[in-house]
């Protein structure tokens, strides 16, 4: 009888949230994924802000109708603030979100879907004054 390997969910880019396994020493398909955070370090409570997101800055990502990020999300922690969506290869994955924050979750996080390799994770500390 054939012993069967045991499945382990995080060697599938399919199943869960990817984040680069070292982030000092990323792979270019790690790079072409991964949400970029531009974001003020500090902000006073309850003024706004933008936070600018984008995917394919370190190495470009496909933009076309059979590849392509079909949206991005932000978090302050785990708390859901927006998302914007993009079509292959008429739409590019960046965009700048005014936001405000009440309290602090200590970073904010950004969420990238690919149609083709998942979705993907970054953070960014943010203090709030």
């Avoid at 045991?6 to 869960?16: F, M, Q, T, V």
């Avoid at 991964?34 to 370190?58: M, Q, T, Y």
């Amino acid at each position: 009888m054939e012993e069967k390997k045991a499945y382990k969910c995080e060697d599938d880019i399919l199943c869960g949230v990817n984040r680069p396994k070292d982030v000092a020493n990323m792979t270019d398909f790690e790079k072409k994924h991964i949400p970029v955070i531009s974001a003020p370090d500090k902000v006073k409570r309850d003024e706004e802000f933008d936070v600018k997101i984008e995917v394919g800055k370190i190495v470009s990502h496909p933009n076309e109708a059979g590849h392509f990020i079909q949206w991005v999300e932000l978090y302050s922690g785990d708390t859901f603030l927006t998302r914007a969506y993009f079509n292959g290869g008429s739409s590019y994955p960046e965009v700048t979100f005014r936001v405000k924050l009440s309290h602090s979750h200590g970073f904010l996080k950004a969420w990238a879907m690919c149609n083709l390799h998942g979705l993907w994770q970054a953070e960014k500390p943010i203090e709030i004054e």
